[in-house]
């Protein structure tokens, strides 16, 4: 690439006044939690939430004024779109942007609010991009490029330039990947400014393409990812080429690794980013080895998240932090039962979130009823147990024996299936009394049936045992309370062997 550093300091200057010069800010928390220096440079603070202004802006500047007066078409998913549309308003230029149907309609509904033509045509990128190369040779418009354009890396290195004056102990850049613009420019000028900086790109599974150019790979890219800024299959075959010259690394993260590092950065940061903007903590937080020792630079390239998505980030979050836990409960099908099992879990200090009454779609028996309730805990300390028999903690953190004592003083038969803070969302429906698990002897003598039944060995029948997989970190327990039969001297001995399954000893 012809891009050099002077065309980096003249972009600077290009855009000074017109473009944030965005905070670049050490994060003591994030720090820890990775093991190494953490430092944030927040372009997702940007007027349009995103480092897309900068080369934009750069380009846009240097038009002619025939091109000015004919108009700009920029080809882009969302953040690219918005910072086209957003100058080209500010400039008094004529813009339409062509976006894919996939784009997120938080960046649609912004284009279009910076007054732009919008055009949705494409399944894909490379779809939008056939599109509006033919309408950009109808009309005879200017295109500006999102990534493939030396104007536009220049404008987007300038992101280095101010991060390395700003925090001058940063000696690792970590830089989202998708066409190869953003970092391709930070190279140019990382290299020039501080030639010691290791830089490093950041790339989801689904889209490896810049990977696929550094370690001779082969891997086939996907159609969806959740971070859409950066799903382009193939790069600028310019800036692959700086990739391979300066760019020391290229990781990959999968999907699940970017929904935590975007929750992550909300609960701590209390910044929202999008998909593409959270990559560079996803790789820090998964490849620690590649970062111990170091102080990374992470660029939060754009905050442009559609809101329902980031709900569901928020809740799977909690699921996954035990913060969330649904109950399935098999009782009676009689009056009182359900306020009695809320009131159990107001006692044990789990805060209902939702209930759900099933009596059709069930396998249970007649006479009984399924509940379904999702509870909030204070975490999983509150609301999750252990892999092995051996438990102690229960429900609101409780010692089993508490737990148990609590069924205890509940009115009727509860079979109660517990599935707590279980990663994965492995949850099954116990499908056996308290008596069935006796008749088996599972609790007696047999401490090789009884493994075998809390494992799940050996009873297909059954759908498997108390802890059908021992790797789960969930506390299932199966109890059937005698009070509702008015016969305290089978309850109690009941218990006994409850207590006993449970390796708690003797209950008092």
């Not at 790339?203 to 490896?208: H, L, S």
Request: glycine residues 14%; contains cysteine.
């Amino acid at each position: 690439m012809s891009l050099t550093i002077d065309d980096i300091r003249d972009a600077a200057e290009r855009i000074r006044g017109e473009v944030v010069e965005t905070p670049c800010l050490a994060s003591r928390t994030l720090s820890e939690l990775a093991g190494c220096g953490v430092v944030l440079k927040f372009e997702n603070l940007q007027f349009t939430a995103s480092f897309k202004e900068r080369g934009a802006l750069n380009r846009m500047s240097r038009l002619t004024p025939a091109e000015r007066a004919a108009g700009v078409l920029a080809i882009s998913a969302g953040n690219h779109a918005q910072a086209v549309a957003y100058h080209a308003q500010r400039m008094g230029l004529p813009a339409t942007i062509v976006m894919p149907r996939f784009a997120s309609g938080v960046k649609v509904a912004s284009t279009r609010r910076f007054g732009a033509e919008v055009v949705l045509e494409g399944l894909t990128f490379e779809d939008a991009r056939a599109v509006g190369m033919r309408i950009l040779q109808e009309r005879g418009l200017t295109l500006v490029h999102p990534y493939d354009d030396p104007a536009i890396a220049a404008g987007q290195g300038t992101v280095a330039l101010e991060m390395l004056a700003q925090q001058p102990s940063i000696d690792t850049l970590v830089v989202p990947v998708g066409g190869g613009g953003l970092i391709a420019g930070m190279a140019v000028a990382a290299r020039a400014v501080a030639p010691g900086v290791r830089i490093v790109g950041v790339q989801t599974e689904r889209f490896p393409a810049a990977w696929n150019a550094v370690h001779d790979g082969n891997r086939e890219a996907g159609t969806v990812t959740m971070a859409d800024g950066i799903a382009i299959g193939r790069p600028g075959a310019e800036n692959v080429a700086v990739i391979r010259e300066l760019v020391d690394d290229v990781l990959l993260v999968d999907e699940g690794d970017i929904e935590q590092a975007v929750l992550t950065l909300l609960e701590i940061e209390k910044t929202v980013v999008e998909g593409a903007g959270a990559v560079g903590l996803a790789a820090v937080m998964r490849h620690r080895d590649a970062f111990a020792g170091r102080t990374a630079g992470v660029v939060l390239s754009g905050g442009n998240i559609e809101p329902l998505v980031l709900a569901e980030i928020i809740q799977r979050g909690m699921v996954r932090s035990g913060r969330l836990t649904r109950l399935l409960v098999s009782v009676r099908d009689v009056p009182g039962r359900l306020a009695g099992v809320a009131e159990l879990l107001g006692r044990l200090g789990a805060n209902i979130d939702e209930v759900h009454h099933q009596r059709a779609f069930s396998a249970l028996s007649l006479e009984r009823v399924q509940i379904e309730i999702v509870v909030q805990t204070r975490g999983p300390e509150h609301g999750a147990g252990a892999p092995r028999r051996g438990l102690r903690r229960g429900a609101a953190g409780l010692e089993l024996q508490e737990l148990l004592e609590s069924l205890g003083r509940a009115d009727g038969r509860v079979l109660a299936h517990l599935v707590l803070g279980a990663p994965g969302g492995h949850e099954r429906v116990a499908g056996d009394d308290l008596p069935q698990l006796l008749d088996r002897g599972v609790g007696g003598d047999d401490e090789a049936a009884d493994e075998r039944h809390l494992t799940g060995g050996g009873h297909e029948a059954s759908g498997g045992g108390l802890l059908a997989d021992p790797g789960l970190v969930a506390l299932e327990v199966a109890v059937d309370l005698l009070g509702g039969l008015g016969v305290a001297g089978e309850q109690q001995e009941h218990r006994g062997q409850l207590y006993a399954i449970s390796g708690l000893g003797e209950p008092p």
